[in-house]
Structures are given as C-alpha cells and as structure tokens.
C-alpha cells in the first residue's frame, strides 16, 4: 500500500469509478470519526449523497477507485445493519460472531 498522505483537497471533486468500470459520482467530501473511520461523501448523478468506506477505495489517482458496487441502486450499505452474513459462504452469523460457524473461517 503506498503511504502518501492525501488531502482534502486532492480528492475533492473527482470522479469516482467502480471496479466494475460503472461511474459512481464525484467526490463531494470527506468526514471521519473518532474510531478512525474515514468516509467518503460521494454525490452521485441524481444529486443524492452516498457514503463510501475508505477501505472500499482501492486507488486513487485522476479517478478514486472503489471495490464493488456500494452505488448501486442508491441503497444504503447493506451490511451496515442487520444480520451479518458470512463473508465467504453467506450464511447468516450471530453479531457477535468473528468467524463462521459453517465454514469456519474468520470474519475479520
Ligand atoms: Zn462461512
């Protein structure tokens, strides 16, 4: 991973395009908490906001890279409520499980 120190103002405004290769939006702005999670306000055509984990971002260059799909439909990040599904075989997990009891494997 490179270690340069990105500011504000370097993302600000970019395009955001998906793995996929589907254009998500522009960056509008950039908002973190006090656990260290840093997100990225992401305005999409229609002219609604959309949040995107920085552990979604996968590069940033003239284009912020993201993994997935987290813009699709303009619903919200599904995993962010409700119950936890595995990450490998899908199968549903207790919330406070951190591996899965089907196939075994953490859920870090
Ligand atoms: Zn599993």
Avoid: N, Y
Avoid at 71 to 81: C, K, L, Q, R
Wanted: aromatic share 4%; net charge positive.
């Amino acid at each position: 991973m490179s270690t340069k120190a990105f500011r504000k103002e370097d993302i600000q405004g970019k395009t955001v395009i998906e793995t996929s290769g589907k254009v998500g939006g522009k960056v509008k702005d950039v908002t973190f908490s006090l656990d260290g999670a840093i997100t990225l306000i992401v305005i999409k055509e229609d002219g609604t906001e959309h949040p995107v984990p920085l552990k979604q971002v996968v590069g940033i260059s003239d284009h912020v890279i993201v993994r997935g799909e987290p813009m699709m439909g303009g619903a919200s990040i599904p995993t962010a409520i409700g119950t936890p599904v595995c990450k490998f075989c899908g199968s549903e997990l207790s919330p406070t499980s951190t591996w899965c009891p089907k196939c075994g494997k953490a859920q870090t």
